[in-house]
């Protein structure tokens, strides 16, 4: 009767993970054209989240040397015609912002306790990077996606 149970338990492991992986989002999955014209002057004044943070938005749209050298390349750098800003917000905290290159205009993001992760040619952001070894219990993996009509983010995973 052992063997018969310990080889079920194996195949539902094996099923689990299996599964898991299968619904992982890939970058490949949301892909958009990429923006080629010249970026909208950055609209700062009468939004609030834009005066707050300033010098962080400014500093990643107009990809300022010292910031990519901690935080990546700036401008172009999300969702086809969007430049993905973020900042420390605490221990364990960073917030994030887009700016739409078309408008110059800022919009709110997703915060992380770690890390963000995406590309210049896909609507994904991953929140908290897979693979964190710190032991820490708020660093779940999250799935976001941009929603181009309402410049949300959605939680997909």
Same mark, same amino acid.
């Given at each position: 009767?052992?063997? /018969?149970?310990? @080889?079920? =338990?194996?195949?539902?492991?094996?099923?689990?993970?299996?599964?898991? *992986?299968?619904?992982?989002?890939? *970058?490949?999955?949301?892909?958009?054209?990429?923006?080629?014209?010249?970026?909208?002057?950055?609209?700062? %004044?009468?939004?609030?989240?834009?005066?707050? /943070?300033? =010098?962080?938005?400014?500093?990643?749209?107009?990809?300022?040397?010292?910031?990519? %050298?901690?935080?990546?390349?700036?401008?172009?750098? *999300?969702?086809?015609?969007?430049? *993905? $800003?973020?900042?420390? +917000?605490?221990?364990? +905290?960073?917030?994030?912002?887009? $700016?739409?290159?078309? =408008?110059?205009? $800022?919009?709110?993001?997703? =915060?992380?306790?770690?890390?963000?992760?995406?590309?210049?040619?896909?609507?994904?952001?991953? $929140?908290?990077?897979?693979?964190? %070894?710190?032991? +820490?219990?708020?660093?779940?993996?999250?799935?976001?996606?941009?929603?181009?009509?309402?410049?949300?983010?959605?939680? @997909?995973?």
């Amino acid at each position: 009767m052992r063997p /018969y149970f310990l @080889i079920i =338990t194996i195949l539902f492991i094996i099923s689990v993970v299996k599964e898991s *992986f299968a619904q992982t989002p890939l *970058f490949t999955d949301y892909k958009t054209k990429l923006f080629t014209s010249r970026p909208a002057r950055l609209k700062i %004044k009468g939004n609030a989240l834009a005066e707050r /943070y300033k =010098t962080a938005i400014s500093n990643s749209y107009y990809d300022d040397p010292y910031i990519r %050298k901690y935080h990546g390349k700036g401008g172009q750098n *999300f969702a086809g015609h969007y430049c *993905f $800003v973020y900042w420390g +917000c605490g221990s364990d +905290c960073q917030h994030g912002a887009i $700016v739409d290159l078309q =408008t110059g205009i $800022v919009y709110d993001g997703p =915060t992380a306790a770690r890390q963000f992760e995406y590309k210049s040619w896909s609507r994904l952001l991953i $929140v908290n990077r897979p693979g964190d %070894k710190s032991g +820490c219990a708020v660093c779940q993996p999250e799935y976001w996606t941009l929603n181009e009509e309402t410049k949300r983010f959605e939680k @997909i995973k």
